[in-house]
């Protein structure tokens, strides 16, 4: 086992590994911006280096820079987080050649599942289900409106390097469809560096259900259970929850079966997610997206399963060879993204911290990323905790998740907890039986 | 007259339109980012645009005035 691990992430993410790595015995290094300066996980960990200014250009995204601070505080491995250089199979590779430890799978299946026409067509021949939709790179307006008119409306269309969301959109006839178009290859322009557009059916009123696979070190993939993430505003995550309420343990257990090929199809290693579309009436599923990296929502994963998914991910990444028994879920978990943006229409809402108070009590878990007086700035994403309740059954996780979203005290940027709390009590939500379409419903009526 | 504010900290991501231009109520006037969001900042009112405040790659405050539309 390495000493030493540099977190090239900030905010919460990264203050949730360093406790993880500091936990273990080893050494934690931050990086951060000008504008994190103050956070609490700069101050938490043993060493911090300044990237640079608030920009993640200049900062988070410059592999150069990180690189050379783990060398100048002698750190020996490097673990990604999520977003930034998480999915950068360049950057994974030029961390194993400075000779350190790449704490994520090998940088070939990052590339693999990074390119969403190239994971489909991989992950039709392994045998894993996909929605119809084009197996090249849709690249002008006329393919475009061809391959719609092959696959039959709503289409989604996406950009193939695209993430979070970015770039995604739904067309319903010819015309919202060069719209969509142009919106995504606009974004995928803009935010990386891969041109290609895909398009695919659109399931309505499908469940966003994800799989959280282990890849050991020595080959073997394990799946540890699904996370539900139907509520979404702008195809982005709000809550979170495991087990899923709308699969059914057959279902289950294919969906299980079909990330475990998933992940040996590409000789997957460490943590890593397969999100599938479910549709509930169905019961059937088809593959969405792989990523390559530890999710922002593996804590509901961890509190029904027990274990410490970044303290496996460091193991492996070590050579650790360790069994991981897959196991039925303990209860029920249930996260709620709390963003600083209005709670109506899920603007942005950046601004100092006058007021944090973070719930706690039994089943109650926050990963957070900000205390009292520091501010929530408009340079990254509006994430400024994870919420996340446990109880032995769903009922028990909503009672306390009302409990402790009304227990949270937090003043200054605008934030969703509002939100949270209105889901908490709306029916479609409570009674589990809920689409991704749930949050656009709620701010219609 | 219509004044136009920032409605949120944001950086000033694209200036889609040149002082003198003719402008439609619901057209795009310029574009922030915040928090890896584009927000277009419309004009409510048709008319000239008077005044443009910002430059792209400034940081507005929740507030500021971006254009003034005449």
Known sequence: MFDSVLVANRGEIARRIIRTVKGMGLRAVAVHSEADADLPFVSEADDAVLLGPAGPAQSYLDAGKVIDAARATEAQAIHPGYGFLAENAAFARAVTDAGLVWIGPDPDAIERMGDKINARNLM????????????????????????????????????????????????????????????????????????????????????????????????????????????????????????????????????????????????????????????????????????????VEHPVTELVTGLDLVELQIRIAAGEVFPVAAAPPRGHAIEFRVYAEDPKRFFPGPGKIDVWEEPAGEGVRVDSGYVAGNTVTPFYDPLMAKLCVHGATREEALARGRTAVAAFRLAGPKHNLPFCAELLDHPEFVSGDYDTGLVARMRQA | MAEVHAEMVANVWKIVVSEGDAVEEGDTLVILESMKMEIPVLAEDAGTVAQLKVAEGDVVQEGDLIAVIE
């Not at chain 1, 929850?241 to 290693?269: D, K, T």
């Not at chain 1, 579309?277 to 990523?291: C, G, K, P, T």
């Open chain 1, 124 to 295: 039709e021949s392994a045998g894993v289900p996909v929605a119809a939709g084009t197996r090249e790179p849709v690249t002008d307006q006329a393919e475009a409106l061809e391959a719609a008119a092959r696959i039959g409306y709503p289409v989604m269309v996406k950009a193939a390097g695209g993430g979070g969301g970015i770039g995604m959109g739904v067309a319903r006839d010819d015309a919202s469809l060069v719209k969509a178009f142009e919106q995504a290859s606009r974004a995928a322009a803009r935010f990386g560096d891969n041109p290609a557009i895909l398009l695919e059916r659109y399931i309505e009123r499908a469940r966003h259900v994800e799989v959280q696979i282990l890849g050991l070190a020595d080959g073997t993939v394990v799946a540890l259970g699904e996370r539900d993430c139907s509520v979404q505003r702008r195809h982005q995550k709000v809550a979170e929850e495991s087990p899923s309420p709308g699969v059914s343990p057959g279902l289950r257990e294919r969906m299980l079966a079909a990330a475990v090929r998933a992940g040996e199809a590409v000789g997957y290693r460490g943590a890593g997610t397969v999100e599938c579309l479910v549709d509930a009436d169905a019961q059937d599923f088809v593959f969405l997206e792989m990523n390559t990296r530890l999710q």
